[in-house]
């Protein structure tokens, strides 16, 4: 499949800057999978479309203030983007994506306020290694969130970049198809006979890094952090059928499923062709141009489908990318 296949068209007047209020008043496109129909709704109907022995599997990674301008000795700035920790066996030091990076240099010290940090080596393609004595304190002192570029930084913004569910520290992205969720929605998805199965997926950049690749499957994904708890593995193998909350859900129930370990690093790239596994319905947002979020819905959905409600979202007026609507990818029962 060449990259160019997950081109479309979308006028900027639907990039979506801020998020609705309340967050489950965000629209809802309802794509049928097998008979190919698309419905329209609101977030806070989702419950109407879940069912006793469903498992509705969340994603509870709670997004880091991961972005610090610091300084060189010279006074340039650099902007960092904390990515995950490297482990005791880097002695603490963490990967960074650093913009600008050309005139780095390993052992280059720099400066975020009262705050120190030293290059340890480069990792390639603007990534490093960096080591802060305080690293807590310092993206708790001068750490922002991490907005996409395409959204300007408010505190409305940044309070709102993050699920209503976040508990465990360490994503650099936040798993956008969980805005929309409410307790009041949780609570009615319960109702109908669903239960709740949550893990973890850190988000990096492997998730939002644009293919730059001709042909798609020369893409490389970044590995990113994923947990699927004993609990939440024993509800989603009795559920009669999977529903995940966002393509990150869906990238650590497929790569658990594939690989059985309920710790690790996922490097999996979802694309056409790609045989699905563990999720049988998928919900997300509506996604950029030539992203692996885009080909991870085309595999689910199918190219042509998915290519016809993007046409209808543009054409409906429907709200795209981060704080945009979301759409419900229904496929009836397991897969064989």
Wanted: proline share 6%; hydrophobic share 40%; charged share 25%.
């Amino acid at each position: 499949m060449l990259s160019s296949e997950l081109d479309y068209e979308l006028p900027e007047g639907l990039i979506a800057q801020s998020p609705v209020e309340p967050r489950d008043a965000s629209r809802l496109m309802v794509v049928d999978v097998r008979c190919g129909t698309i419905a329209h709704h609101t977030f806070r109907d989702l419950p109407r479309f879940l069912m006793p022995g469903d498992a509705l599997v969340l994603n509870e990674t709670k997004v880091l203030p991961a972005r610090v301008k610091a300084n060189k000795s010279t006074g340039g700035e650099v902007e960092l983007l904390f990515l995950r920790d490297l482990g005791p066996d880097r002695g603490g030091a963490w990967e960074v994506l650093a913009r600008p990076s050309k005139r780095l240099r390993p052992g280059l010290g720099l400066t975020a306020g009262g705050d120190r940090l030293e290059l340890v080596e480069s990792l390639g393609d603007g990534h490093w290694a960096v080591f802060a004595p305080d690293l807590p304190g310092l993206l708790e002192r001068r750490g922002r969130m991490p907005l996409p570029p395409y959204i300007d930084p408010t505190p409305e913004t940044e309070s709102r970049y993050q699920t209503v569910y976040a508990r465990n520290e360490g994503s650099a992205a936040a798993p956008t198809a969980g805005f929309h969720f409410t307790g009041r929605v949780l609570e009615d998805a319960q109702r109908a006979g669903a239960q709740i199965a949550r893990i973890t997926l850190h988000v990096g950049v492997g998730t939002f890094m644009p293919v730059r690749t001709e042909r798609l499957e020369d893409h490389r994904m970044h590995s990113e952090h994923y947990s699927v708890p004993l609990e939440a593995a024993q509800t989603v193998e009795l559920a009669r059928r999977v529903v995940a909350a966002g393509t990150t859900t869906a990238r650590a129930l497929e790569t658990w499923s594939a690989n059985g370990e309920a710790e690790g690093e996922s490097e999996l790239f979802v694309y056409p062709g790609y045989r699905w596994l563990a999720v049988d319905s998928l919900l997300t947002n509506f996604h950029l141009p030539r992203s692996t979020l885009l080909a991870m819905v085309m595999s689910f959905g199918g190219e042509e489908l998915v290519r016809e409600a993007y046409r209808t979202a543009v054409r409906e007026r429907y709200r795209f990318y981060s704080f945009g609507d979301a759409m419900l990818l229904l496929y009836g029962g397991r897969r064989l």
